[in-house]
């Protein structure tokens, strides 16, 4: 399991539900006295859902889409070099990307400056085994009180006063209430409570069913009926796990507060909803009777207390007295105020950001070099027909593949892209191998099929090459690509590589000394690209001479792609021979 994926999912969510308390409070500030007291309880319902499913459609307001903005390197302005010298005193803890062009008067590097990727990741991952660490800590808290409520309850009293039991079955029926309930007296609690959503008990301390009258106990009952009939205890645990999970943000952990405090507001409105006019005074003496005899206490986990303590009990007399019933306009501004925050808490969310993870691209930066002529040629039997060269490939692709020893080993770890004549990039690899073979050098194709999964691809082309290819660590490995470039045409031989392979230098060696010899071949530029990690080190770990190449793009015409690939197969060859002197 990716923790760190994880964390980031948690701390993006965090902050769309920090905006959406603030937006919360603001319009409660606002509408204060204008809307009831139950709107201001089920409006905090927004948050819970958005902390739940944070996910959405893909908006301008996508905080995954600013993530990966934000995770990209600031460019710096282009600076003027003399010389190619300059380039190998580059810190490598700086992702520089280099192309090479036609021969120009001057050279110009544009370089992207970066965290440290080391330094980053470390970070990352401490903050992220300290939230890990607090959620552990505070499910151990929830379990101890948990197992405290438990003992509370298998220690509490089951003889009832009769007279209790009749006004819990009247105000049960009064309030068509159908669930099996008990009353249970307890000498461990300080304020009546509500437990149990599968088999629910009402816990009355001992000091407040021996010192109320039966008119008070009736309001105490009516009060907690109202949290079991609007399924508050699922709610509070809602909550409570909600908490565990963003212990981190204070804002979230107040809105939770508030929406506790609104959720006894609310239960003391739907009380009084079923009073007789002018009872509403009672039920705040009653309110205020509880706090007497039982004073301030801390609510128990996994359960909805009455009275929590005496500054909360002010504004709940205050908003009892001057109770009003909902109307008309009320219901339709609550209605308007839930859309539009609804409808921000859409647009407003993440989408996975897993892919954001795997790889953290460098926006490319060129250099431009003198471009070197050489007179080779190479074998290219194509004659600018690049899906003629193709369909004469011999077709031995249906024969099982049996482990073999090569020089050179072409594979597409994604075999689906294409290009936009439909040639497939599976297609090129085969090219590329069989003019290879006609050069005289001893490659061979793996034909790697597509993955079920689009993320398991390295692992799939990794299991053909460890599984088939004799002495792989020792074999130019070369995975061919077709990148895609939007609406940024770029004519050119991608080099990929992930800097955090431990055969990084000597890849970046091999690929230098490729791209130096494509260059060689006229209107041919190459460019590299460093990420940070890649999936799986894009299998450059397996070889001290792997290399992810982007023949072409999703722009490239078939003469681009043939262009490419011949510059590719010419320089191979001269390394080859070169090699062999």
Not at 483 to 510: C, M
């Amino acid at each position: 399991m990716d923790f760190i994926n994880i964390f980031e999912t948690v701390v993006l969510s965090s902050l769309i539900g920090s905006l959406i308390v603030l937006m919360i409070l603001i319009i409660k500030g606002i509408f204060k006295n204008k809307l009831n007291c139950t709107f201001h309880y089920y409006i905090w319902i927004i948050l819970l859902i958005k902390l739940i499913v944070p996910f959405g459609p893909k908006t301008s307001l996508n905080l995954s889409n600013m993530y990966q903005k934000f995770n990209l390197q600031n460019t710096v302005k282009e600076t003027q070099i003399k010389s190619p010298q300059q380039l190998e005193n580059t810190d490598l803890d700086t992702s520089v990307s280099i192309s090479t062009f036609q021969p120009s008067n001057q050279n110009v590097i544009s370089k992207a400056i970066n965290i440290p990727s080391k330094n980053k990741v470390n970070i990352e991952k401490a903050l992220c085994f300290a939230w890990i660490f607090g959620v552990l800590l505070l499910i151990g808290v929830i379990a101890a009180g948990h197992k405290r409520l438990g003992e509370i309850i298998r220690a509490s009293i089951k003889d009832i006063d009769s007279t209790h039991k009749e006004i819990l079955y009247n105000c049960m029926n009064s309030m068509n209430i159908t669930t099996e309930l008990e009353i249970l007296y307890s000498p461990k609690i300080s304020t009546p409570s509500l437990c149990g959503f599968i088999k629910p008990k009402i816990l009355i301390p001992v000091s407040i069913a021996d010192n109320v009258s039966d008119e008070e106990f009736k309001y105490i009952l009516m009060h907690e009926l109202s949290h079991l009939k609007n399924k508050d205890i699922i709610l509070n645990w809602v909550i409570t796990s909600l908490s565990v999970i963003y212990w981190f943000n204070p804002i979230l952990l107040y809105g939770f507060h508030k929406m506790k405090q609104d959720c006894e507001f609310s239960c003391d409105a739907q009380v009084i909803s079923r009073l007789r006019e002018g009872e509403n005074l009672q039920y705040g003496n009653a309110i205020i009777r509880v706090l007497e005899l039982g004073g301030s206490s801390r609510r128990l986990v996994g359960t909805t207390s009455m009275v929590m303590n005496s500054s909360e009990i002010k504004r709940r007399i205050i908003m009892i007295s001057k109770y009003k019933k909902i109307n008309i306009k009320s219901l339709l501004l609550g209605v308007i105020i839930i859309v539009i925050i609804g409808g921000l808490g859409i647009a407003v969310n993440i989408s996975n950001i897993s892919s954001h993870k795997n790889s953290s691209k460098v926006e490319a930066s060129q250099v431009e070099v003198p471009a070197v002529t050489t007179k080779s040629k190479v074998n290219n039997t194509s004659d600018g027909n690049l899906l003629a060269s193709i369909k004469a490939l011999p077709n031995d692709n249906t024969k099982p593949l049996e482990p073999f020893s090569a020089d050179i080993v072409i594979y597409n770890s994604h075999p689906e892209e294409t290009y936009p004549s439909g040639i497939k990039v599976t297609d090129i690899g085969a090219l590329i191998n069989d003019k290879l073979v006609k050069e005289g050098l001893k490659s061979r194709f793996i034909q790697c099929p597509i993955p079920k999964e689009y993320v398991k691809s390295y692992e799939s082309s990794r299991d053909l090459i460890t599984k088939n290819v004799k002495n792989y660590s020792n074999t130019i490995l070369l995975d061919i690509h077709r990148d895609s470039f939007g609406d940024n045409y770029i004519d050119k031989i991608q080099f990929v590589l992930a800097k955090s392979s431990p055969h990084y230098e000597t890849n970046q060696k091999f690929a230098d000394l490729l791209s130096g010899n494509i260059k060689s071949l006229n209107h041919v530029k190459t460019d590299m690209v460093f990420y940070n990690k890649g999936m799986l080190y894009f299998n450059q770990d397996l070889s001290s001479k792997s290399v992810y190449i982007g023949i072409g793009n999703d722009k490239s015409t078939d003469a681009d792609v043939e262009k490419y690939v011949d510059a590719l197969v010419l320089a191979l060859k001269n390394i080859q021979k070169g090699s062999s002197n």
